[in-house]
């Protein structure tokens, strides 16, 4: 599969004229908690030529691939990305630490990331995984078998939010890089694990029985972390200076890799 992947980054390339500087895995794969049937989930990260950025009216900054059964491949222009990133974008944050990576420069890769620590809100960051975990919750909750992949919707994000409460970083996209980390209770851990192990033998439409321990758990989680949220320091005004500075160098370091 890692040829298709890299054979429709050149075409993307070839076709829009730009140059792709990180491609990565998200979704399931990259999250550590993937199915027989699930697809492949490519973003990147791509710059235009310096004309492009000097045009009077600015053009699409996104590119996507129609999606079939097997791929979902869509990236984000470089400026977009800064822009994302100075509202401290969480999906951004998270392709940034994807384990799973396609095409990257090393050192420009490392820049970036140490630019979106400088950008990194944990209230922002905090609202947007527990939002995510609540609407999945809710769906799930009073159902006697519930999908596996929804119940990972939930956990995955609690964890995010137990990460952010114990380090004050930018959470890891994997699951299983957060739960070395992360202080939980060992039997709920060891539930996380199971669930992991069955549903990488399932398909994504495949229910369980609701796993009652779990899902208190989870709600406690919940219900914590909403009070949490409001308690975290209000962040002062960020300085874009440093992006401008980031999106200045790099697109003159690759100025002579697009015509």
């Known amino acids: 599969m890692d040829k298709v992947i890299q054979a429709q980054l050149r075409g993307i390339e070839e076709k ?6 990180y491609a990565i895995e998200s979704g399931s794969r990259g999250w550590g908690f993937e199915s027989k049937d699930s697809d492949f989930d490519v973003r990147f990260i791509y710059i235009h030529p310096v004309e ?3 045009s009077v009216f600015e053009g699409p900054d996104i590119i996507e691939i129609p999606v079939d059964e097997v791929l979902d ?3 984000w222009d470089l400026r977009k990305a800064l822009k994302l990133m100075y509202r401290s974008n ?5 392709w940034l630490s994807s384990p799973i990576t396609y095409r990257q420069n090393q050192e420009l890769v490392k820049e970036l990331r140490q630019v979106a620590e400088k950008y ?3 209230i922002s960051v905090t609202y947007h995984y527990i939002n995510i975990a609540k609407k999945s919750f809710d769906g799930l909750e009073g159902l006697n078998n519930v999908n596996i992949k929804k119940l ?6 609690i964890l995010s939010c137990m990460w952010i409460e114990n380090f004050n970083t930018i959470p890891p996209m994997n ?5 070395k980390e992360v202080k939980m209770d060992d039997k709920v851990k060891t539930i996380i694990e199971e669930l992991v192990t069955i549903k990488a033998d399932r398909i994504e439409s495949d229910t369980i029985k609701q796993p009652t321990e779990l899902m208190e758990f989870l709600r406690d989680k919940l219900e914590y972390y909403y009070s949490y949220a409001k308690n975290i320091k209000t962040e002062k005004e960020r300085d874009s200076s440093i992006l401008n500075e980031f999106f200045h160098e790099t697109i003159k370091e690759y100025r002579g890799d697009i015509e």
Do not use: C
């Not at 829009?16 to 500087?21: H, S, T, Y």
């Not at 969480?90 to 998270?94: F, H």
């Not at 990972?152 to 994000?157: D, K, M, T």
């Open 16 to 21: 829009n004229n730009v140059k792709i500087l």
């Open 152 to 157: 990972f919707y939930v956990i995955r994000p």
């Open 120 to 122: 990194f809100s944990p």
């Open 90 to 94: 969480a999906s951004l944050l998270e």
């Open 175 to 179: 699951l299983q890089a957060m739960m």
């Open 52 to 54: 492009w950025y000097l």
């Open 73 to 75: 491949v869509n990236g």
